[in-house]
């Protein structure tokens, strides 16, 4: 079983329209949680750290369930600037360690 | 302020070459971290300085990968000899404290073995 798994996608849907992403993480002893964002042929970016009692920011809406092991993305009011991959994002182990571990991304593409 | 910085953004090399990637980070940050991408994989981590001491190498492949952060400042990423497998894009990142994931990546350096 991967570490991080992603909804596979692409997800082709109009602008203004609302998008979820699902992400399943393995290692229950994963600290913290993160989405990024990577344009293509670009590096990632932090969209936003995902907590347990559940974050916005602006349009997106991220939430962690620790006991089901996901995390969620979600998009309101869809643009085109939102129209890239989406990266689920896991700090997997203890104090000690600051690796992140990445899912393979779920591509978006707003369709005008 | 200037984003990490990486050189070359593009290498192709002949399999059993030598090629050396370096990284700039943030002014300051003492955390510098390199990941890459093979393609059709996720990203993953390859090591962690903090300042010039590895913190964690668990993830370099194998000792065909020689990372050094001398002065504690720029990195380097040597692949010394290179095989196909190592072709992808190279990521470099830095934060300024331990535990801080707001890292900053670079825009990578891609890598090609042939």
């Known amino acids: 079983r991967k570490e991080v798994e992603q909804d596979p996608g692409p997800f082709n849907v109009p602008e203004g329209a609302t998008v979820a992403f699902n992400c399943t993480y393995s290692?229950?002893?994963?600290?913290?949680f993160f989405w990024y964002r990577q344009d293509c042929r670009k590096e990632p970016k932090l969209l936003m750290s995902?907590?347990?009692s559940g974050n916005e920011d602006g349009r997106f809406t991220a939430q962690l369930n620790r006991a089901s092991q996901y995390i969620s993305l979600l998009i309101r009011d869809s643009k085109l600037s939102d129209s890239a991959t989406y990266l689920c994002v896991v700090n997997p182990a203890g104090a000690g360690s600051y690796q992140l571990t990445f899912g393979k991304g779920t591509k978006l593409s707003v369709i005008p | 302020e200037a984003g990490v910085t990486q050189f070359p953004s593009h290498s192709v090399i002949e399999k059993g070459q030598t090629v050396t990637l370096r990284c700039d980070p943030i002014s300051g940050h003492d955390n510098l971290y390199w990941y890459r991408r093979v393609m059709g994989k996720e990203i993953k981590f390859l090591l962690h300085f903090v300042k010039e001491s590895k913190q964690d190498e668990s993830g370099m492949p194998n000792n065909r990968f020689l990372a050094e952060r001398t002065g504690g400042t720029y990195s380097t990423l040597k692949v010394q000899p290179a095989e196909l497998e190592d072709s992808g894009v190279y990521f470099c990142?830095?934060?300024?404290?331990?535990?801080?994931?707001?890292?900053?990546f670079g825009s990578g350096t891609r890598l090609t073995v042939v």
């Open positions: 990142a830095s934060s300024p404290r331990q535990g801080n994931y707001g890292y900053t």
């Open positions: 995902v907590y347990s």
């Open positions: 290692n229950s002893a994963s600290q913290s």
